[in-house]
Structure formats: C-alpha cells, structure tokens
C-alpha cells in the first residue's frame, strides 16, 4: 500500500484441503499483522483463515507452508450426491456467449466421460494462447474466448462455459503446480460419481503435481485474497508460489 490503513479485515483460501487425492501432513501459517485469526470454512468446504489487525499498517504478508502427500487418487467422490447440479449452471465470468454456444454444440458432447474431457481440454488449450497481462480477474469466458488468449484462470472459465453449456457438472479449482512460481487454476468434471480435474493451460489430466486449495463455480469462489479496510491507498498484491519434491517429512 502507498499510504497506511487501518481496521483491515481479511479473508484467505490459501490453505491447502485435504480430500481423495491428497493429504495435508504438516501445516504452518504466518500472518502479519493480525490481532484476530480464526479457520473455518466456506460454502463449498475449502479452509478460510480470516481474522482482522485494528491498528495502522502499510503492508500485510501471509506465509503459509507445509507438506502434502499427492497421487493417492485419480479421482475424487463427489461430497454431496444430488447437490453437485450447481456445477451445471453458468455463471457471471462463465456465461456463454454465441461463440461459444456453436464451439461447444460442435464437440458433440453427449456422456462428460474421461476420453470426451480429454477432447475438450485439447480444444480450448489449443483456441488460446498464454499471454499474461492481457485479462484481469474478472474477463469473462466469452471475452478470453473472443480475444484468443488469457491465463490459467481464462482457460479453465472457457472449458467450463462449454461444458455447463452442454449441462455438464463442472467445477473451478485453484491451487498450485509443480515448478511453476505462481498459483494455477484448472476444471474439475463431474462424471459417474467422482470429479476428475483436468489442466487445459497445460494440457494435462491433473495428476500428483498438483496441489489443490480450493473449488467452486469461478475464480470468484475461490479467492485466495480477500478483504476491506478503513484508508485511501493504493494496492497491490503478490502471489508467489514454491512447490518442490521431498523425500522426507520435514516442515518448511
């Protein structure tokens, strides 16, 4: 910030869940400054750290580090059978537009199964091009789509427009990738019971390299900042991401 705030409230997704795929064996969180912390969790399960610093402050760091154990599943069950159709209907950064319409009409989608997904993971990562800079959080499917490129975040909205467009169950994920310094997004399908994540950025089923933070219908769900404060300032925020192999358990 380039002037101080005060009575800042903040919201975090920036905790890694445990679920089928991986297990979260060690944790550490360090937030600055921060008179009040608390966890919980949010609509769809994924972990929160919200908590408030009442007094003057010109920055604000949070460190969270750890070790997860990945590759233990392919796939995940679905936590609430019957429930799961909220993923089926578009929302405002996921709406489909006629261009999108006739892209997804022309997949010929017909049952979600892993060799249609793979299909379409091709698709859109072969409609885009990765080109950081170019769109905010908050450019629709249908303006990445038109514009030819975008970022992880772009990729995985276009791949869910089409699928909801087709009535597909289909959900947002953010989290982190192996080797890359920042944090990634990719979908997750809905077929016969169990979500399958699937990287179009990459072109790539979602395997032990991916370390998952949260789900939800869009980016918007799964903000991994959030928060309000009493100031005028200016701000920016960086996201900075180290993900390694260890061999070992130890905490960072």
Known sequence: MDSPVCRHHF?????????????????????????WLSCSRDQWGNALLYGCCGGQQSCFEAN??????????????????G????FSFATPLTEADSALRAFSESLSLRTGSFAEMETVMQRVHEALS????????????????????GVCQDYAHVMLSLLRAQGIPSRYAAGML??????????????????TGYD???CLVVSDQHIKLSHGRDAN???INRGVFRGVAKQKTDISVIVTESEERRLC
């Open 11 to 35: 919201t975090l997704r920036c905790v890694p869940r445990t679920d089928a795929r991986q297990r979260i064996l060690e944790l550490r969180h360090f937030l600055f400054p921060s008179d």
């Open 64 to 81: 969270v580090c750890g070790l997860a154990e990945t590759g233990l599943a392919v796939d995940t069950p679905a936590e609430h059978p």
């Open 83 to 86: 429930r799961e159709r909220v």
């Open 130 to 149: 990765y080109q950081p800079g170019t769109t905010t959080v908050q450019t629709t499917a249908a303006e990445a789509f038109s514009m030819g490129c």
């Open 178 to 195: 192996l080797g890359e310094g920042k944090s990634h997004a990719w979908v997750e399908v809905l077929h016969e019971g169990v979500w």
């Open 200 to 202: 179009p950025t990459n």
């Open 221 to 223: 769900d799964c903000a």
